[in-house]
């Protein structure tokens, strides 16, 4: 469903601040696969979404999604194919639209928009049977602006939102972590459900270590633009915080050897 293939990005190339985000990264996820992401700060989760989104182009590899070949797609031309979730809960919502007209957006991003009435009555019940799947009653606030709403509403409505034309990958930026903690576990939970329920190819990146965990059937560290190390399945579900702690901290020390030898 999803390839990279030798992806590198370097920022401020060739100045005191070159930073190389990106160091050749090879990743392939199957249709269906749910693949967790966790490194320290800098270590280029974001950019490896941003990459993928056709938010940021690369500076060498190839990427492909359902065997297309993207890599030189813009963003906008990605967007039928891709979804994704933001850390911030404003950025995935309009706050001066209302509940459905959000939806009714959502409906048709990445496609050519007419004319045509956004919210039929047909369109309104769909709505509400989606809502009402998320269990904070938002199926009665359909008329309310999304600006309204609480953080974790947003973030919730942004997921259903999101997932709601079955896009073919699912990207999730850190979308728990400007939440409170019984918010982003209510978020996580829809999460979970939403990828299931739908049969979704999803990435999200975190640093929470018990929520990459907890949710999917894969498991990527990275550190300084590398893939450093990854679980499969087996491995992932007997891990613990502890043992993604010590991989951490070898594969780190072995990085660090290899740069003073090289």
């Known amino acids: 469903m999803l390839r990279l293939s030798s992806v590198r990005k370097t920022f401020y190339a060739g100045t005191a601040n070159e930073r190389r985000a990106l160091q050749g990264i090879d990743l392939e996820l199957a249709e269906g696969d749910f693949v967790t992401v966790i490194g320290s700060n800098g270590a280029g989760k974001s950019t490896l979404l941003n990459v993928i989104a056709g938010s940021l182009p690369v500076d060498a590899g190839r990427i492909e999604i359902a065997g297309r070949d993207v890599t030189r797609l813009p963003e906008h031309k990605r967007a039928s194919g891709i979804a994704r979730v933001f850390q911030d809960p404003q950025a995935g919502t309009a706050p001066h639209l209302n509940i459905e007209q959000n939806l009714a957006v959502a409906l048709v991003r990445g496609r050519r928009r007419g004319l045509g009435k956004g919210v039929t009555r047909q369109r309104r019940r769909d709505f509400q049977d989606e809502l009402s799947t998320l269990g904070l009653g938002l199926e009665q606030r359909m ?120």
């Open 143 to 262: 008329r309310h602006r999304v600006g309204l709403l609480s953080g974790g509403q947003r973030q919730a409505l942004s997921l259903l939102m999101a997932s709601f034309t079955r896009p073919q990958i699912l990207l999730l930026d850190e979308h728990t972590a400007a939440l409170d903690p019984q918010r982003a576990e209510l978020v996580l939970s829809l999460t979970g459900r939403v990828v299931a329920d739908s049969s979704l190819t999803a990435l999200m990146v975190t640093h929470n270590m018990e929520h990459a965990l907890r949710l999917g059937n894969r498991l990527l560290m990275m550190h300084e633009g590398e893939i450093i190390h990854e679980l499969g399945p087996q491995q992932k579900a007997k891990a613990t915080i502890r043992d993604l702690l010590d991989l951490f901290a070898r594969s780190k020390s072995s990085m660090t050897d290899r740069n003073l030898l090289s």
